[in-house]
Antibody, heavy 120, light 108 residues
Framework: QLQLRESGPALVKPSETLSLTCTVS??????????WGWIRQSPEKGLEWIGS???????YYDPSLKSRVTINLDTSKNQFSLILHSVTAADAAVYYC????????????WGQGTRVTVSS | SYVVTQPPSLSVGPGQTARITCGGN??????VHWYQQKPGQAPVLVMF???DRPSGIPDRFSGSNSGNTATLTISRVVAGDEADYFC???????????FGGGTTVSVL
């Protein structure tokens, strides 16, 4: 059974960079034609898709976040990562990693989520 | 950008039918996916491509999509169905996934 698990710092200072990792177990991130991505959830904005990466390394991002976001694959560790630059209080949220089969297809499964606070 | 709208809340009695709507301009032309989220947990897919159920989801859950409204229907509601429900579509004009604001279903 495929499982995803987020990890990373719970607290980030304003203007700094947020880095999160998603570790995948029960399957390989390069096995099959899947996208791997990130979604966040906050009381203010609800669920918000951030971006995704294809198993071959191609990426697509939400236009509103594209200038600050990078998603990478680490095939040696069966992980993928999220980097978000220049964070503000508006970036505080629970961050989830996910898998989906193709653009427009549903997100399934999701990781358990990791809460990130932005504060000095 | 494409917007999908859900009612914030819905109350239903045990054994009754809950109909959760997701409105959007010509949403009937898009594939709609639905997620259930219980407190402190990650969302779980309960319906995809309008009316397909993932394995393990009870057949009390069904979906439809036409015109400007997609609907997730929960028949014979039980206490365990109490949760937030979110719809999601792909906005091909802006190349982004879009979520509805969510509907909290309360079982009386």
């Amino acid at each position: 059974q495929l499982q995803l698990r987020e990890s990373g710092p719970a607290l980030v200072k304003p203007s700094e960079t947020l880095s999160l990792t998603c570790t995948v177990s029960g399957g390989s991130i390069t096995n099959g034609t899947y996208y791997w991505g990130w979604i966040r959830q906050s009381p203010e904005k609800g669920l918000e898709w951030i971006g995704s990466i294809y198993y071959n390394g191609n990426t697509y991002y939400d236009p509103s976040l594209k200038s600050r976001v990078t998603i990478n694959l680490d095939t040696s560790k069966n992980q993928f990562s999220l980097i978000l630059h220049s964070v503000t209080a508006a970036d505080a949220a629970v961050y989830y990693c996910e898998r989906h089969r193709s653009v427009g297809k549903p997100f399934d499964p999701w990781g358990q989520g990791t809460r990130v606070t932005v504060s000095s | 950008s494409y917007v999908v709208t859900q009612p914030p809340s819905l109350s239903v009695g045990p054994g009754q039918t809950a109909r959760i709507t997701c409105g959007g301009n010509n949403i009937g032309r898009k594939s709609v996916h639905w997620y259930q989220q219980k407190p402190g947990q990650a969302p779980v897919l309960v319906m995809f491509d309008d009316d397909d159920r993932p394995s393990g989801i009870p057949d009390r859950f069904s979906g439809s999509n036409s015109g400007n409204t997609a609907t997730l229907t929960i028949s014979r509601v039980v206490a365990g169905d109490e949760a937030d429900y979110f719809c999601q579509v792909w906005d091909g004009d802006d190349d982004r996934h879009v979520f509805g604001g969510g509907t909290t279903v309360s079982v009386l």
